[in-house]
Nanobody, 117 residues
Framework: VQLQASGGGLVQAGKSLRLSCVAS????????IAWFRQAPGKEREFVAS???????YHGDSVKGRFTISRDNAKNTVYLQMNSLKPEDTAVYYC????????????WGQGTQVTVSS
Protein backbone atom coordinates (compact mmCIF):
# COMPACT_ATOMS: atom_id res chain seq x y z
CA VAL A 1 0.00 0.00 0.00
CA GLN A 2 1.37 3.37 -0.96
CA LEU A 3 0.24 6.98 -1.14
CA GLN A 4 2.76 9.10 -2.97
CA ALA A 5 2.31 12.84 -2.53
CA SER A 6 4.09 15.29 -4.79
CA GLY A 7 3.90 18.80 -6.20
CA GLY A 8 5.07 20.84 -3.25
CA GLY A 9 7.60 23.62 -3.51
CA LEU A 10 8.45 27.23 -2.76
CA VAL A 11 6.09 29.88 -4.12
CA GLN A 12 5.28 33.51 -3.51
CA ALA A 13 2.09 34.57 -1.81
CA GLY A 14 -0.80 34.83 -4.22
CA LYS A 15 0.52 32.12 -6.51
CA SER A 16 -0.79 28.59 -7.11
CA LEU A 17 0.37 25.02 -6.71
CA ARG A 18 -1.22 21.67 -7.49
CA LEU A 19 -0.48 18.70 -5.30
CA SER A 20 -0.96 15.12 -6.45
CA CYS A 21 -1.47 11.95 -4.45
CA VAL A 22 -1.05 8.69 -6.34
CA ALA A 23 -2.39 5.56 -4.65
CA SER A 24 -1.47 1.94 -5.12
CA UNK A 25 -2.01 -1.36 -3.35
CA UNK A 26 -5.69 -0.96 -2.47
CA UNK A 27 -9.02 -0.49 -4.24
CA UNK A 28 -8.84 3.26 -4.74
CA UNK A 29 -12.48 3.62 -5.81
CA UNK A 30 -13.67 2.35 -2.40
CA UNK A 31 -11.83 4.98 -0.40
CA UNK A 32 -12.32 8.53 0.71
CA ILE A 33 -9.12 10.49 0.24
CA ALA A 34 -8.12 13.57 2.19
CA TRP A 35 -5.37 16.10 2.49
CA PHE A 36 -4.02 17.18 5.86
CA ARG A 37 -1.23 19.58 6.67
CA GLN A 38 1.08 20.21 9.56
CA ALA A 39 3.12 23.33 10.15
CA PRO A 40 6.12 23.39 12.50
CA GLY A 41 5.00 23.50 16.11
CA LYS A 42 1.34 23.08 15.20
CA GLU A 43 -1.10 20.22 15.24
CA ARG A 44 -2.11 18.43 12.10
CA GLU A 45 -4.96 20.21 10.34
CA PHE A 46 -7.62 18.82 8.02
CA VAL A 47 -7.56 20.51 4.61
CA ALA A 48 -10.03 18.75 2.33
CA SER A 49 -11.55 15.39 1.50
CA UNK A 50 -13.30 13.71 -1.40
CA UNK A 51 -15.52 10.66 -1.16
CA UNK A 52 -15.69 7.71 -3.50
CA UNK A 53 -18.67 9.36 -5.13
CA UNK A 54 -16.94 12.69 -5.57
CA UNK A 55 -18.50 14.62 -2.69
CA UNK A 56 -16.04 17.16 -1.36
CA TYR A 57 -15.48 18.96 1.90
CA HIS A 58 -12.99 21.76 2.46
CA GLY A 59 -11.77 23.16 5.74
CA ASP A 60 -12.73 26.71 6.61
CA SER A 61 -9.17 28.01 6.31
CA VAL A 62 -8.92 26.96 2.65
CA LYS A 63 -12.51 27.20 1.46
CA GLY A 64 -12.74 29.22 -1.73
CA ARG A 65 -9.01 28.93 -2.43
CA PHE A 66 -8.28 25.20 -2.53
CA THR A 67 -10.11 22.53 -4.54
CA ILE A 68 -9.82 18.79 -4.14
CA SER A 69 -10.58 16.44 -7.02
CA ARG A 70 -9.96 12.85 -8.00
CA ASP A 71 -9.30 10.82 -11.13
CA ASN A 72 -10.22 7.22 -10.40
CA ALA A 73 -8.77 6.03 -13.70
CA LYS A 74 -5.37 7.26 -12.53
CA ASN A 75 -5.78 6.41 -8.82
CA THR A 76 -4.93 10.02 -8.15
CA VAL A 77 -6.28 12.83 -6.00
CA TYR A 78 -5.35 16.44 -6.62
CA LEU A 79 -5.32 19.53 -4.45
CA GLN A 80 -5.40 22.74 -6.46
CA MET A 81 -4.18 25.55 -4.23
CA ASN A 82 -4.79 29.10 -5.37
CA SER A 83 -4.17 32.46 -3.71
CA LEU A 84 -1.61 30.91 -1.43
CA LYS A 85 -0.76 32.65 1.84
CA PRO A 86 2.31 32.37 4.08
CA GLU A 87 0.12 30.64 6.67
CA ASP A 88 -0.43 27.81 4.18
CA THR A 89 3.20 26.82 4.69
CA ALA A 90 3.26 23.23 5.95
CA VAL A 91 3.95 19.64 5.07
CA TYR A 92 0.93 18.33 3.21
CA TYR A 93 -0.10 14.69 3.62
CA CYS A 94 -2.69 12.63 1.80
CA UNK A 95 -4.60 9.93 3.63
CA UNK A 96 -7.15 7.27 2.75
CA UNK A 97 -10.01 5.68 4.64
CA UNK A 98 -12.53 3.11 3.57
CA UNK A 99 -15.90 4.71 2.83
CA UNK A 100 -18.04 4.56 5.96
CA UNK A 101 -15.08 4.21 8.29
CA UNK A 102 -13.90 6.92 10.67
CA UNK A 103 -10.28 5.78 10.74
CA UNK A 104 -7.66 6.94 8.29
CA UNK A 105 -5.99 3.68 7.26
CA UNK A 106 -3.18 4.85 5.01
CA TRP A 107 -0.94 7.91 4.96
CA GLY A 108 1.48 9.30 2.42
CA GLN A 109 4.94 10.61 3.19
CA GLY A 110 4.13 14.30 2.80
CA THR A 111 5.23 17.08 0.51
CA GLN A 112 6.54 20.45 1.69
CA VAL A 113 4.76 23.64 0.66
CA THR A 114 6.44 26.93 1.50
CA VAL A 115 4.79 30.24 0.74
CA SER A 116 6.92 33.36 0.97
CA SER A 117 5.51 36.80 1.64
Amino acid sequence: VQLQASGGGLVQAGKSLRLSCVASGFVFDDYTIAWFRQAPGKEREFVASISRGGSTYHGDSVKGRFTISRDNAKNTVYLQMNSLKPEDTAVYYCAARLSGSSRWDYWGQGTQVTVSS
